[in-house]
């Protein structure tokens, strides 16, 4: 009889317990009962036992898997931060040669005007031409390299908005007559100061700037600047628009990628590395803003940099620090 039975019947019997006879049809189908029991509960127990057995083989197994993803992580990061390294070395003992090609070939330029040699005039020409492209592709590299190896700093001052844009327009200028098209400047005296890093500011300008003139033929190019208050804050918008060449919604996908143009023919038929739009979104994002595009094929393209009227303190150094 089962133990659990015999306390009950102890318990209600006495000691030594007879159990009336109409009883003990009942007392047996109890007592099956308990026995039963105790072996579902057995069962239950082994299976339980190796239930938690698995679980904690699957949790050991969890932890390793997550131990080598963060081993293979930590791994990638110094990868990526020792490429960028040799990177930005590199492109430091490259930009000091090409410095004095181009000093050089500038020198010689004007010796060969004044010796009134023209042949030589157009070879130098365009030496100091290739010169000065190769350094431009050097400090992209240099600047993306920067950015990815987090040794990028921005400067703020506050300085206004318009003079600067102006400058810029005269410097881009020549490039824009390039493909004979227009630049069309809209900066009204109300956008005032911005808090920001202008050297970057500028660079992005000139990048959007390069792009729409590069991307656009007999066309007009637009620079307009604008200061709204959203959530609170205060936004200056610098929108470059374009009659150009355009893109589809899937040649926008990558854009903003490094080394990524619209399509495999682009470096063919336009040059261009595919740092440019990188480069700008970075810098855009270290003071706290975006960079959007609308696009359509055919039609044109506008990239709009939004950016805080008063970038963040502590995103950066002061220009006093
Ligand atoms: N205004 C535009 N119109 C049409 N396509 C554009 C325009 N701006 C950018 N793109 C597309 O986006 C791609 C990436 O631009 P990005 O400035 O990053 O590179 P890039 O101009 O090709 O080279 P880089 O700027 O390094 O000289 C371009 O190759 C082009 O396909
Ligand atoms: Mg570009």
């Known amino acids: ?159 206004p908005i318009e003079p600067m844009v102006q400058d810029v327009a005269t410097t881009m200028q020549t490039l824009v007559e390039k493909n004979s098209n227009t630049l069309e400047i809209d900066c009204p005296d109300s956008v005032g100061s911005i808090h920001a890093d202008t050297t970057k500011i500028r660079q992005c300008l000139f990048n959007l700037l390069s792009n729409a003139s590069k991307f656009t033929e007999q066309g007009t190019i637009s620079l307009t600047v604008s200061r709204d208050t959203e959530d609170g804050r205060e936004w200056i918008s ?22 990524a143009q619209a399509e495999a023919s682009t470096r063919r038929n336009y040059g261009g590395t595919g740092l440019g739009l990188a480069i700008t979104r970075h810098f855009c994002e270290m003071m706290g803003g975006t960079v959007l595009v609308e696009s359509e094929a055919g039609k044109g393209s506008k990239f709009t940099m939004k950016l805080p009227a008063i970038v963040n303190e502590s995103l950066g150094t002061t220009a006093a620090d």
């Open 238 to 259: 610098f929108a470059v628009g374009d009659t150009g060449i355009g893109m589809t919604e899937e040649q926008m996908g990558r854009l903003f990628e490094a080394f």
């Open 1 to 159: 009889m089962h133990r659990l039975l015999r306390r009950q019947l102890r318990r209600l019997f006495g000691d030594s317990p007879t159990v009336p006879e109409q009883w003990q049809g009942f007392v047996d189908a109890v007592d099956q009962a308990y026995e039963q029991f105790d072996e579902d509960r057995n069962l239950l127990e082994r299976s339980l036992d190796l239930s938690s057995q698995e679980l904690m083989g699957a949790t050991t197994e969890n932890a390793r898997l997550l131990e080598e993803t963060q081993q293979a992580r930590d791994d990638a990061e110094e990868a990526n931060r020792t490429k960028s390294q040799f990177l930005a070395n590199m492109s430091h003992e490259l930009r000091t040669p090409l410095n004095a090609i181009i000093g050089y070939s500038e020198m010689l330029q004007e010796d060969a005007a004044d010796l009134e040699n023209a042949e030589f005039e157009e070879d130098l020409e365009r030496i100091n031409g290739a010169g000065k492209h190769l350094l431009g592709l050097i400090n992209d590299v240099l600047d993306i390299s920067k950015i990815e190896a987090g040794a990028m700093d921005i400067y703020l001052e506050t300085f």
